[in-house]
Every structure is written in C-alpha cells, then in structure tokens.
C-alpha cells in the first residue's frame, strides 16, 4: 500500500521528546503531548529556519477533519478529531493532542516502544493560509513565520524525525521574493550591494 498524498500538505517534526503515554487505572491508555511548539525555531530546513506563532492554529482547528496517525500513514490511523477519539487544541505552548487509540494488536506493540521511550516524538501535516506567512532575509538567515494555518492534516506519533516536506514553503519563499522583488542572490550579496549603494549616495550628498 502506499500513502496518500494530498497536494500542498506540508510536514514538520519535533526533535526533542514531546510524546508520552497516559495511562490510569480502569481507563483505556492515551497517546498526548505536542505535534507543534510555538516560537521555537526549527531546524535548517534547507536555507530557512521556521517559527509558528501562537494562534496559528485557532482557525484550522474547528474546520480541519484531523487524523492521528503513525508515522504519517493513513492506513494506521490511532484516532480521528471528528470521531472523539482525538482531541486537539492550541494552550500557550504549541498544538496539544491527546489521542485514545484502539485496542489492537500493532497499537498495543506501539505503546509498549512509548511506554519503554523507543518511540518519544510528534509530526504534524497542514496547510498555510493565503498570507499566512512571513519573510524576513537577515545578512545571515532566513526565517519563514507562520501566523496562520489554514487546515491541518493530521497528528502523527513517528519512530525518527524524517527530512520535512518543503517544497511548498520554498515556492512560497519564491513568490514572496518576487514581490518584493528581491534577487536570487545569496543575501549576504543582496546586504552588500544595499551598502555600497548606501554608500555612493552619501558620498554623493556631501561633495
């Protein structure tokens, strides 16, 4: 079988452990912890860093049919938003989850590696928003700001952090160069040539 791919979904993973499982007495066991953390910068991402921003996700919530799954694969589905077997939100941290998943066979061998640590961290897939992201292009980075999340995909426990899905955020990087006109140049050149600029016109101001 192979995944479904929905077109324009993008992909991030946590790195530091966010999973952990949640289990009391004379109550099915629970999956929770958090697939995204607001104001963290990721990992390089391939020439950009990238932060979410608190409220991000308040619109695409309520909307978004929301799976929980592992390691992105629909065919292994742990639980689902609309069917109350998943439950997500936003609380001052980042996106919180808490998934009761069912009780069969590859689920039970799966709580059992989050139970012993093998398996500690979260991805989530979603979609920006038209205008749901912002470039900023220093001397040295780049860093993409999401504001808004326009649907999220899915919540997923994943064994290892996969490279993320950014062919999406580099189109989107793109097209905001070319509207605010912005050369392909490496940005230390771009800071260059603006200060030689800078410089000729105040040598020119003062002869």
Known sequence: ??????????????????????????????????????NSASDDLGGFTEVISPGAFRNA???????????HDPNYVLGRNKA?????????????????????????DLLVSVERGDIDQMSFGFRVAP??????ITDDAVTRTISEV?????????TYPAYPDTDVAVRS????????EIVTAP????????RRRRQKLFEAMNR
């Open 173 to 180: 990087m793109n097209a905001w160069k070319k509207q605010h």
């Open 84 to 108: 109350g077997t998943l439950s997500v939100s936003e609380d001052n941290r980042g996106l919180a989850m808490e998934v009761e998943p069912p009780d069969i066979g590859w689920v039970r």
């Open 61 to 71: 919530i309520p909307k978004s049919d929301i799976r929980a799954l592992f390691n």
């Open 150 to 158: 326009d649907e999220l995909f899915d919540v997923s426990v994943v």
């Open 1 to 38: 079988m192979s995944l479904i791919l929905i077109p324009s979904v993008e992909r991030r993973v946590i790195r530091a452990p966010s999973l952990e499982l949640r289990a009391a007495a004379n109550t099915p066991p629970k999956l929770g912890g958090y697939a995204a953390l607001f």
């Open 187 to 194: 940005p230390a050149t771009v800071q260059r040539d603006i």
């Open 131 to 136: 205008n749901g992201d912002e470039w900023v």
